[in-house]
């Protein structure tokens, strides 16, 4: 298996093990991986800087509170520059401080800060790793979605025997590949996902428009790109940054996204997050509309727009096999989305409440209720990010 293209952060943490940890980096940087290194006070006991620095070919990280390491990459970036955090060997006070959510210096504070999975190889006397407060802590780590790889059984440096030695370098990039390189679980499948408002012309340089930033839409895109899905999204005006990994088609009209969205067919996932306007001017004027002294202001014929939803998810074989809708909403929410799902003969409907004091609409939190044929759930208030990343692995269960 090769790891060419990742990336790890590795966090050396105190032990006699300590010295492991370079022939794991030797074992990544031939895998093709890139590694950068965290040593904690307690590892730069047992091994160098410079060793990890030679071996990995980049600067190791040490201080929280240095200057030229915090003006260089601060912490947050470090923890979040990764794909995949290890821990090796992991001691169990680091454990502990990431069990109890410290954050007193570098290795524990890009722990606490990071965004990424997090692998843990632990390394430590019989004794300790059987202690009841390791126990603990490694139950709760567990139940947070971190990775453990090890301890071995053995003899140990301080001639005693049993389960605590760091796991053999091998075995540990082992457990990184199972990590790095299990196959995404939408993989193969095309996924169409609409974002934004849509500008509706009224003359060359009036339009109208809606409050939609796109957020929630785009997070969903991302999402479904980070589980292997192809993306395609077609994405009104917004001024949100474009996903990486997806393919962007830029529109500003209603017709327009529907255009694009028949396009993209077929797919296998469609999540329709926009927010459409309904009704476009009848004939929008060719030159800008003036305003005459005195003259009555222009009355707009209204005409209404394609619902895109409903078009593409009416059934047929281009019919994705997994519909799902939105649903903004300031009053009776339930009432109207179940309403919406039956008319738009869509699978899902993420249903929330715009009201403005909700602070939904243009803010980086959603709360929604999804609607599915099994009934309502209501989902805790979450940033937008975390509810897409939930509807993204929500509808890979339902196609797996
Ligand atoms: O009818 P309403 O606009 O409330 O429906 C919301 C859902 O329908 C959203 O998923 C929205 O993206 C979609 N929609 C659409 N085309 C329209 C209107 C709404 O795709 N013209």
Redesign the pocket.
């Known amino acids: 298996m090769s790891l060419s293209g990742k990336r790890v952060l590795l966090i050396v943490s105190g032990g006699i093990a300590a010295f492991k940890a370079l022939e794991l980096i030797r074992l990544l940087r031939k895998s093709g991986c890139a590694v950068t290194c965290v040593l904690t006070r307690g590892g730069a006991q047992f091994v160098t800087p410079l060793s990890l620095q030679a071996l990995s070919e980049h600067k190791v990280y040490t201080d929280l509170f240095s200057l030229t390491d915090e003006s260089e990459m601060g912490h947050i970036q470090l923890s979040r520059s990764a794909d995949l955090v290890v821990v090796a060997p992991a001691s169990a006070d680091i454990l502990a401080k990431m069990a109890a959510g410290l954050a007193d210096d570098l290795a524990s504070t890009v722990l606490l800060a990071t965004d990424k999975r997090v692998l843990v190889a632990p390394a430590m006397n019989v004794r300790m790793w059987g202690h009841a407060a390791t126990r603990a802590n490694m139950v709760t780590l567990a139940a947070r979605g971190v990775s453990v790889v090890g301890p071995d059984e053995g003899a140990m440096a301080c001639n005693e025997f049993g389960a605590g030695r760091l796991s053999e370098p091998p075995a540990i990039l082992a457990a990184i590949e199972a990590l790095l390189c299990a196959p995404k679980p939408l993989a193969g499948k095309h996924a169409l996902v609409?974002s934004g408002p849509?500008h509706e012309p009224i003359d060359p340089v009036r339009y109208i428009a809606n409050r939609s930033s796109g957020k929630q839409g785009h997070a969903i895109a991302a999402a479904l790109a980070a589980l292997g899905a192809r993306v395609t999204l077609v994405s009104g005006p917004v001024s949100v940054p474009d996903p990486a990994g997806v393919k962007i088609v830029r529109i500003e009209t209603?017709a327009e996204?529907?255009a694009a969205?028949q396009a993209a067919l077929p797919a296998d996932i469609a999540?329709?997050?926009?927010?459409?306007?309904?009704w476009r001017v009848a004939s929008a004027a060719q030159q800008k509309m003036k305003k005459t002294p005195g003259g009555a202001p222009p009355a707009l014929e209204l005409t209404?727009?394609?619902?895109?939803?409903?078009?593409?998810a009416a059934a047929g074989p281009a019919r994705p096999g997994l519909v799902?809708?939105?649903?903004?909403?300031t009053h009776d929410l339930i009432a109207?989305a179940q309403d919406?799902r039956r008319r738009?003969n869509?699978d899902w409907?993420?249903a929330n409440d715009v009201s403005p004091a909700t602070g939904i609409m243009g803010g980086s939190e959603n709360e929604i209720l999804l609607i599915t044929a099994a009934g309502e759930e209501p989902w805790p208030r979450l940033a937008k990010d975390e509810v897409a990343a939930r509807i993204a692995a929500r509808i890979a269960e339902a196609l797996a």
């Open positions: 609409t849509t209603a996204m529907l969205c999540v329709f997050a926009a927010a459409v306007a309904d209404p727009n394609p619902d895109i939803l409903a078009t593409i799902v809708g939105f649903a903004a909403e109207h919406k738009k869509a409907i993420v």
